[in-house]
């Protein structure tokens, strides 16, 4: 069966080694390749899946293109207003989030508890969506958010604001005057990514407010970000668990059964070996 990643620019992508991975794990004689659309080709590509494909992840600019296109929606995917899997069936093209998935599944694996916390996002991108809901879905007793511009991040999360009206926008200027901290800081920015790894969207004493810190960052394995949670005794989760089991999801969908979770392990080991840090 033939899967790929739907995108505009994917040089950098690590998806076709991690599902290429899971096929040799699973035996089967499937290929994942890069499809680089422009934005007129979205429409044609959904509805006539001129590829033949069984499925298709989607990537940056496309994650919201794709959704007047489809047959269904996952819940998960309809909340966040974004889809990131598409699964072609002959009953049509369904859409759904496996980045939620991906982080649901990280958390729990790190025993990082969300119910009846108070929980700081980093962040307001894309990414930040599917962690936002993530919190939202597992009953998070607060959820702030830092951001750059607060009005902004108000139009870009309006959805999400809408379903839990008592999350708080904080630019970081107001977060660094206060002493508020909590028991889960989450950075869903790119700041401190390879190759610009000296730096952190917070300063180590803000950090240190946290019981556990996340990074969705994995590359490289321990950020600056994280390293100050390290060093003030925090749990720390970096974001390689969420990309590995994202495309695990992905694939349950489109194999339609659910693999072994000692798969993720087994390629984050294989993906580490050619990361830095
Ligand atoms: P995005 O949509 O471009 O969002 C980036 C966010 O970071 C925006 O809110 C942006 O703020 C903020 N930001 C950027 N530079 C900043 C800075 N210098 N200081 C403070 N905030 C800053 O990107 P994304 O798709 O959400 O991805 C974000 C990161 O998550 C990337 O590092 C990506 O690799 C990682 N990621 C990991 C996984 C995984 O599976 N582990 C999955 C998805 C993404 P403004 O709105 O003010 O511009």
């Known amino acids: 069966m033939k899967f790929g990643l739907l995108g505009r620019v994917l040089g950098h992508s690590l998806s076709p080694q991690i599902h290429q991975a899971i096929f040799r794990a699973l035996g089967t004689g499937d290929t994942y390749g890069l499809l680089e659309r422009e934005p007129e080709a979205i429409p044609s590509f959904i509805r006539e899946n001129p590829e033949g494909l069984r499925g298709s992840?989607?990537?940056?600019?496309?994650?919201?293109?794709?959704?007047?296109?489809?047959?269904?929606?996952?819940?998960?995917?309809?909340?966040i207003g974004a889809v990131n899997t598409l699964s072609f069936t002959p009953d049509g093209v369904k859409g759904y989030n496996t980045d939620y998935?991906?982080?649901?599944?990280?958390l729990q694996a790190a025993g990082i508890g969300?119910?009846?916390?108070?929980?700081?996002v980093l962040g307001n991108g894309g990414a930040a969506k599917a962690v936002l809901q993530v919190l939202a879905d597992r009953k998070a007793a607060s959820?702030?958010?830092?951001?750059?511009?607060?009005?902004k991040a108000g139009q870009a999360l309006a959805h999400f604001l809408a379903q839990r009206p008592d999350t708080r926008l904080e630019t970081y200027e107001e977060a660094l005057?206060?002493?508020?901290?909590?028991?889960?800081?989450?950075?869903?920015?790119p700041v401190g990514m390879y190759p610009k790894v000296e730096a952190s969207p917070v300063p180590a004493e803000f950090t240190g407010r946290f019981a556990a810190a996340?990074?969705?960052?994995?590359?490289?394995?321990?950020?600056?970000?994280?390293?100050d949670g390290r060093k003030a005794g925090a749990k720390t989760c970096n974001g390689l668990y969420m990309?590995?089991?994202?495309?695990?999801?992905?694939?349950?969908?489109?194999?339609?059964?659910?693999?072994?979770?000692?798969?993720?392990?087994?390629?984050?080991?294989?993906?580490?070996a050619t990361f830095h840090g």
């Not at 996340?214 to 390293?227: G, R, S």
């Open 214 to 227: 996340v990074d969705i960052i994995y590359n490289p394995k321990e950020t600056w970000f994280l390293a």
């Open 243 to 272: 990309l590995v089991a994202q495309a695990v999801a992905s694939e349950e969908i489109w194999q339609g059964k659910t693999l072994d979770p000692a798969l993720i392990p087994a390629i984050m080991k294989q993906l580490e």
């Open 101 to 106: 998935l991906g982080f649901d599944r990280m």
């Open 177 to 189: 005057e206060g002493s508020e901290g909590g028991q889960v800081i989450i950075n869903t920015t």
């Open 143 to 151: 959820i702030r958010i830092l951001v750059r511009d607060r009005e």
């Open 57 to 79: 992840n989607v990537t940056i600019p496309y994650k919201e293109t794709v959704i007047p296109y489809l047959t269904a929606i996952a819940p998960e995917a309809e909340k």
């Open 114 to 120: 969300l119910e009846g916390r108070d929980v700081t």
